[in-house]
């Protein structure tokens, strides 16, 4: 699988774009994808980690209304996907980019124009489908929401350890100043100030980048005040995050990683397209926005630190209510999109989504047939009241993965997977299975069970079936699962 991302960085436009890009590259290369980016000279200095990534490179020079044609001429074999993450560009550019990508996604979060595209992502909390009313394709899939917050995997593995800021006021803060990729008004060193003035006793570690205009006075100023660290461009973002108590930072793509590890936010709005993100995680509890346009804006956050400081517990609510924001695991979801139709044998062939609201009843049906629950390791068919608590409990988890299976244009089956045990490099999942009657003999099941192993090739499979369920037996064998123990079977990683 051949893929294109289309972002930029700069001093004025940040550096999110190409970040989070970067992040679903990473994970699509997991899959075996092989990823480019074309983005605009300046990009590679804005973000260093484009160049540090190993991925190919095209410098797109060519007038915004040419870059499709640019694109043709240094692909001109074509790519599978086409991934635009660009304010500046909408259906006029992806139109113009067919048939050259065979299929393309967007990732936006502003919903204020319309795409020619087969997938979009908005990460931003509580976007619904209905904000793209009128605004893209009917049968383009959409990925609402921070479930597909595209985060690296250092902060899903972060968060199973990360412990809540200390209840006690007696013990210092410690605080993360952290204002994006490029800060070009300089707002880190009016957070300094701020908590200069609040009086708070603090460690502060303060994050800048290679990028930042003021570096050379903001190195100076740290090297003068006790307790103050300055990190350039650090290697270990998550792990100073980890460790922080409450950070001062923007409303733009790391506020998922700060709500993934469950860190507190005194939220600063640096541009338009980062107030809707402001105003949701204000509205549920994770962050205390200020913006300074009513008076000073250093004592706006200095007021917040001191009142933050003095009530611990509503700093602990505060990381409670941000870790509920977002798991880290949005780039793995998001990557179960891209996977190609798996073959069946009518030559209809099989794909698998995550679950929605609206499957609810569908698996209520399956899970009420005498025959499906005859081969189930709990064979008591459940009521529609028990069915909606384990559905909602299944659709919030971190640990489970509801995927329907779609045959042709009709949704066939569901597959499970549950976690066994705490995520660690090597993780183990749970398979379960079931294949409405009208969709068997076709090879649907097996197709399935092949297209989740190309979606996480780094992880082993396990499923335990009845003794006397020989179909399941078959079909696990047949998908290349070897006896374990019991009446269990297993998948190891590819």
């Known amino acids: ?144 929401g921070t479930r597909y917050a595209l985060l690296r995997p250092e902060f899903r593995a972060l968060r199973q350890g990360r412990s809540r800021p200390a209840d006690s006021a007696q013990a210092p803060l410690r605080l993360l100043v952290t204002l994006g990729g490029t800060d070009p008004d300089n707002l880190t060193g009016v957070c300094i100030d701020a908590i200069e003035r609040s009086g708070v006793p603090a460690e502060v570690d303060v994050v800048a980048s290679q990028g930042f205009s003021s570096l050379p006075e903001l190195r100076r100023r740290i090297e003068s005040l006790a307790g103050h660290t300055l990190h350039v461009s650090p290697a270990r973002m998550g792990e100073l995050m980890a460790s922080a108590d409450l950070a001062i930072g923007a409303a733009g793509t790391t506020s998922w990683e700060r709500c993934c590890l469950g860190l507190p936010t005194v939220m600063l709005v640096l541009a338009d397209n980062q107030r809707e993100n402001a105003k949701q995680l204000s509205a549920v509890g994770a962050a205390a926005v200020v913006d300074g346009q009513d008076g000073d804006l250093v004592e706006a956050i200095s007021a917040q630190l001191r009142h933050l400081d003095r009530d611990r517990s509503a700093l602990h609510d505060m990381s409670l209510r941000a870790s509920a924001v977002c798991d880290g695991q949005g780039a793995l979801r998001a990557r179960l999109s891209f996977l190609p139709r798996q073959a069946t044998k009518d030559g209809s062939g099989v794909l698998l989504r995550l679950a929605e609201a609206n499957d609810e009843a569908t698996l209520l049906r399956w899970q009420q047939q005498p025959s499906i629950r005859a081969l ?98 078959a079909l696990f064998r047949a998908a290349g699962y070897r006896a374990l123990e019991g009446n269990l079977l297993h998948s190891t990683a590819a």
């Open 1 to 144: 699988m051949r893929v294109v991302f289309r972002a930029d960085a700069s001093r004025e436009m940040g550096s999110g774009h190409i970040m989070r890009c970067l992040t679903l590259a990473d994970s699509l290369a997991a899959m075996g994808a092989q990823c480019s980016f074309a983005a605009r000279p300046g990009s590679q200095e804005t973000v260093p980690a484009l160049a540090e990534a190993g991925y190919d490179l095209i410098m797109l020079k060519a007038a915004a209304a040419d870059e499709a044609a640019a694109l043709r001429q240094h692909r001109p074999d074509g790519v599978d996907w086409l991934v635009v993450d660009h304010y500046g560009r909408d259906r006029t550019f992806e139109a113009d980019c067919r048939p050259w990508a065979r299929r393309i996604m967007v990732l936006d979060d502003l919903a204020d124009r319309s795409h020619d595209c087969d997938l979009l992502l908005d990460q931003t909390l509580g976007r619904t489908t209905g904000d793209y009313d009128g605004l893209l394709p009917p049968a383009c899939r959409k990925l609402m």
């Open 376 to 473: 189930a390791r709990n064979p008591k068919i459940p009521t529609e009241a028990e069915h909606r608590v384990w559905f909602a409990a299944r659709m919030t988890s971190e640990t489970s993965f509801i995927t329907m299976i779609e045959h042709g244009d009709e949704v066939a089956g569901m597959l499970r997977l549950d976690r066994l045990g705490p995520a660690d490099k090597h993780e183990v999942l749970e398979v379960s299975i079931v294949v409405d009657d009208g969709h068997r003999g076709v090879g649907v099941g097996l197709a399935a069970l092949k297209q989740i192993r190309a979606w996480m090739p780094e992880v082993e499979f396990r499923a335990e079936t009845l003794p006397n369920n020989h179909p399941s037996i």
